[in-house]
């Protein structure tokens, strides 16, 4: 796991609010309560909202609805922004592309756009605390052109930053069975491996900076205030000289309980805000509700704006749908667990990169063991793809941590990590001029460690 947290990672398929720590929810809840409002969750929905481990795929999409009922007021939505942003961060993500659905919820007084201009003031006050961390040589500004997301100081030099530290109680494969070192990350035994995913799922992931959260922290009245206002990053991976540099992109999703008109809203909204860092459209949501035909329009227009596009696909058995989505061609696709030979083959042949999330996939019980990962297949056929969290809040998990399974699951050398990092530069939707400076930015980390 150390290992894992010292690469410079790339992270592509990240939900805002599946991302949430289960301290933030208590503290928001906490807050509501002293307020004299009535809680939108009983205690046993909060302490499973707070659990973590093995959930189904309904369960989830309950789930996402309670946390939902929770995170109302843009104050709390920048705080999350603020806090996911550090949080991947301190887990040496050096690009980040998170993706959130656009909410109106007019009993709150929140439209689509506040919300998501709530979700943008938080990023930009996370990448402003994290530039005001202890200054290195250059700064990500001189790296990259203006209208990126970014923060941090660049590191000093090819040297590199030291290592992120572990996680407070983190347990993978890399971290169990005594003080592996990076090339033992890629030969545990079978059993080993198993245990040690086990490890990893079972075990709710410790906050990044929970011991820096209050629980009696108030929510400041304004959304950039509460960014402002969330806990800094303790002394963790990330806070100091050795962290920090990440540049975030936002994707804004369509829900599948969407119709027409609303999907068509939060395109037009992305296109708005393209000047502010909004890069894509996702299409997300219960893969039990809706039909592709109800969002084609709205991703046809999306793809007009200049927009990129990403989808949610085959996360159950859906094969017409999955046939309709690869025959769009989307820029990247999410999941693909439950395609059929036929289906993988034209997966395989349209070169789509794919992201794919293994802890979410496994405890949602969409693939049935790591090793039985589609991961293996596609990765031995040379196609496209990127090792992504998807609700690092919800499952308990960080990227470093999706590295190391994949090390040990698929037995893939310290060499494969690196190049899976290289990689999946070339997957984000970033222009050209920042993927060429990312590409050297990752170069050089990745050499320093080499
Ligand atoms: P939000 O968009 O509110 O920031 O993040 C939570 C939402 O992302 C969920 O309500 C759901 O629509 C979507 N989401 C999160 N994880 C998954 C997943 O694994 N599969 C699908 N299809 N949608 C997801």
């Known amino acids: 796991l150390r290992s894992c947290q010292r690469l410079p990672k790339v992270e592509l398929h990240a939900h805002l609010n599946g991302s949430v720590r289960p301290q933030t929810i208590k503290d928001i809840l906490d807050e509501r309560s002293r307020a004299g409002e009535a809680l939108p969750v009983t205690e046993q929905q909060l302490a499973d909202l707070t659990a973590g481990g093995e959930r189904s795929l309904r369960d989830c999409f309950r789930l996402f609805d309670l946390i939902h009922a929770v995170t109302t007021t843009p104050a709390a939505i920048a705080r999350i922004a603020a806090e996911v942003v550090r949080d991947f961060a301190a887990d040496q993500v050096v690009y980040l592309e998170l993706r959130t659905t656009p909410k109106a919820r007019p009993e709150y007084g929140m439209t689509k756009e506040s919300y998501t201009e709530a979700v943008l003031d938080g990023i930009d006050a996370a990448l402003r605390q994290l530039r005001a961390a202890p200054p290195r040589a250059a700064s990500q500004q001189q790296l990259l052109p203006a209208g990126a997301h970014a923060a941090g100081p660049a590191p000093p030099a090819a040297a590199g930053r030291p290592a992120a530290s572990a996680e407070p109680g983190a347990a993978g494969p890399g971290s169990e069975g005594g003080g592996q070192g990076a090339g033992e990350v890629a030969s545990p035994s079978h059993a080993q491996m198993v245990a040690a995913s086990e490890g990893v799922v079972l075990s709710p992931r410790a906050a990044p900076h929970a011991s820096s959260v209050s629980s009696s922290s108030a929510t400041p009245a304004t959304p950039a205030a509460a960014a402002e206002a969330a ?21 804004l999703s369509i829900d599948r309980r969407e119709d027409a008109a609303a999907a068509l809203e939060t395109v037009q909204l992305a296109a708005r805000l393209q000047p502010r860092g909004v890069v894509g459209v996702d299409l997300s949501g219960n893969p039990y509700v809706g039909a592709w035909a109800q969002w084609e329009g709205a991703l046809d227009a999306a793809r007009v704006a200049g927009l ?57 019980q969409s693939v049935p063991s790591y090793p039985e990962h589609h ?68 170069a050089r980390e990745l050499a320093a460690l080499e």
């Not at 793809?385 to 960080?398: M, P, Y």
């Not at 590295?403 to 050398?413: C, D, G, H, N, T």
């Open 231 to 251: 806990p800094a990053p303790g002394p963790g991976p990330g806070s100091g000289p050795g962290g920090g540099v990440i540049v975030v992109k936002l994707l």
């Open 375 to 442: 991961f293996a297949e596609l990765y031995a056929a040379g196609h496209p793809v990127v090792l992504c969290t998807d609700d690092s809040g919800v499952f308990g998990t960080t990227l470093s941590r999706e590295y190391a399974i994949a090390a040990a699951a698929f037995k893939l050398p310290v060499s494969a990590l690196h190049e899976l990092a290289r990689r999946s530069v070339e997957y984000t939707f970033a222009s050209e001029a920042e993927k060429a400076q990312l590409r050297q930015l990752v």
């Open 308 to 364: 990129r596009v990403t989808l949610h696909a085959g996360e159950v058995v859906a094969p017409e749908e999955v046939g309709a989505m690869l025959a769009w061609r989307p820029e990247r696709l999410g999941h693909c667990c439950c395609l059929d030979a036929e289906l993988a083959a034209q997966l395989k042949s349209s070169a789509i990169p794919l992201e794919l999330c293994l802890t979410s996939n496994v405890l949602t």
